[in-house]
T-cell receptor, first 113, second 110 residues
Framework: DADVTQTPRNRITKTGKRIMLECSQTKGHDRMYWYRQDPGLGLRLIYYSFDVKDINKGEISDGYSVSRQAQAKFSLSLESAIPNQTALYFC????????????FGPGTRLTVL | QKEVEQDPGPLSVPEGAIVSLNCTYSNSAFQYFMWYRQYSRKGPELLMYTYSSGNKEDGRFTAQVDKSSKYISLFIRDSQPSDSATYLCAMIYNFNKFYFGSGTKLNVKP
């Protein structure tokens, strides 16, 4: 079984709709992250959480919100989706370490029409 | 200026070639340097990490860091078609300030 799972794997939606992407992990890690990946721009950090009570904005948090429901669950919401939020979204986890190795989920491909 | 710069490629080489992938960075505070490999339709996975300037080897892979030039490299010897993937460099300082490069897509032709 995968250690980091993301649902849905693919989603097509329309402009203005509210969308939630979910991430679950069985690795027992406290730290969780949401990234988006765009061609030529690489991975950009949206939000991160170092424990259940800790939520931090990343590089590109505008238009996004998150919820850390439990140690194992971290959800990303797009309150009102727009076409330039079309991207591949990854959830990742890590435990505290000097190099902060991150373990990524399989990704969610989101298309906003 | 981006914190981390990486040539997006694509880089196409014949099987058996030596591959050199590179990143430059601007912040001298970076302490740890990582290389992640991402296969198509998968999430990235850590390939190697290193701390100090110099070389670190792991099988066919060598990670090199030159802090004085703010330049890191990943060398792949005897490249195989299974090495075809996107390679992302990543860097961290203060244990929680981390940045990824944009990734270089590598294609190793049989």
């Amino acid at each position: 079984d995968a250690d980091v799972t993301q649902t849905p794997r693919n989603r097509i939606t329309k402009t203005g709709k509210r969308i939630m992407l979910e991430c679950s992990q069985t690795k027992g890690h406290d730290r969780m992250y949401w990234y988006r990946q765009d061609p030529g721009l690489g991975l950009r950090l949206i939000y991160y959480s170092f424990d259940v009570k800790d939520i931090n904005k990343g590089e590109i948090s505008d238009g996004y919100s998150v919820s850390r429901q439990a140690q194992a669950k971290f959800s990303l919401s797009l309150e009102s989706a727009i076409p330039n939020q079309t991207a591949l979204y990854f959830c990742a986890t890590s435990e505290p370490s000097v190099h902060n190795e991150q373990f990524f989920g399989p990704g969610t491909r989101l298309t906003v029409l | 200026q981006k914190e981390v710069e990486q040539d997006p490629g694509p880089l196409s080489v014949p099987e058996g070639a030596i591959v050199s992938l590179n990143c430059t960075y601007s912040n001298s505070a970076f302490q740890y340097f990582m290389w992640y490999r991402q296969y198509s339709r998968k999430g990235p996975e850590l390939l190697m990490y290193t701390y100090s300037s110099g070389n670190k080897e792991d099988g066919r892979f060598t990670a090199q860091v030159d802090k004085s030039s703010k330049y890191i490299s990943l060398f792949i010897r005897d490249s195989q078609p299974s090495d075809s993937a996107t390679y992302l460099c990543a860097m961290i300082y203060n244990f929680n300030k981390f940045y990824f490069g944009s990734g270089t897509k590598l294609n190793v032709k049989p």
